[in-house]
């Protein structure tokens, strides 16, 4: 298996300009994450969905970020508008199950807002 | 291994020598303990994990101890080589892991030569 896949590895965009980070998670593992990591707070977990199905957004720092995972292949966190404050590297991670167990990550992308 | 602010704990040890990590865990309720190691550019990556059940796991070269009383979790390496310099993340969860994982801040393991 290829592991989790995230595109763009790298993206630099501008303040006001919509960004959009994909992840293709595992074949077969059920539920999905979104991290963000940075120097200051770490590894924060913004959402997560089990079996395509948003359960927590609790994380997610504004209404400017929005994630969606329209099928079990595909998941999407879009941020519109972008500020500089959202730069950091954010992951994408899967499981099998919806309990204790290890989580699998991307390589995630690096987000610089200038 | 709880960081402050931008700095990270850092560990220096000598390749070949043992290294012990350790991690303070918030969550009194916490039933599942995960170590990961993240190199640079990299994301984590699953190094062994343990239930609240169990106080010690081992697997190549590494070992878990978990020690509820004092919510404390180490990650014991032993003969350290160039590939484990790292950053090592202990992370929790609880309720039965449906929320997914919270993470600790790391510890920044160097492996001298």
């Known amino acids: 298996d290829a592991g989790v896949i995230q595109s763009p590895r790298h993206e630099v965009t501008e303040m006001g300009q919509e960004v959009t980070l994909r992840c293709k998670p595992i074949?077969?593992?059920?539920?999905l994450f979104w991290y963000r990591q940075t120097m200051m707070r770490g590894l924060e977990l913004l959402i997560y969905?089990?079996?395509?199905?948003?359960?927590?957004d609790s994380g997610m720092p504004e209404d400017r970020f929005s994630a969606k995972m329209p099928n079990a292949s595909f998941s999407t966190l879009k941020i519109q508008p972008s500020e500089p404050r959202d730069s950091a590297v954010y992951f994408c991670a899967s499981r099998t199950g919806t309990t204790n167990e290890k989580l699998f990550f991307g390589s995630g992308t690096q987000l610089s807002v200038l | 291994g709880e960081s402050v602010g931008l700095h990270l704990p850092t560990l220096s040890v000598q390749e070949g020598d043992n290294s012990i990590i350790n991690c303070a865990y918030s969550?009194?309720?916490?039933?599942?303990f995960i170590w990961y190691k993240q190199e640079s550019g990299k994301g984590p990556q699953f190094i062994i994990d343990?239930?609240?059940?169990?106080d010690k796991r081992q697997g190549q070269r590494v070992t878990v101890l978990l020690n509820k009383t004092v919510k404390h979790l180490s990650l014991q390496i032993a003969a350290t080589q160039p590939g484990d310099s790292a950053v090592y993340f202990c992370?929790?969860?609880f309720g039965g892991g449906a929320d997914g994982l919270t993470f600790g801040k790391g510890t920044h393991l160097i492996i001298q030569p």
């Open positions: 343990i239930r609240s059940n169990m």
């Open positions: 969550n009194s309720a916490s039933d599942y």
């Open positions: 074949s077969g593992h059920n539920s």
């Open positions: 969905f089990n079996n395509n199905v948003p359960i927590d």
């Open positions: 992370a929790e969860s």
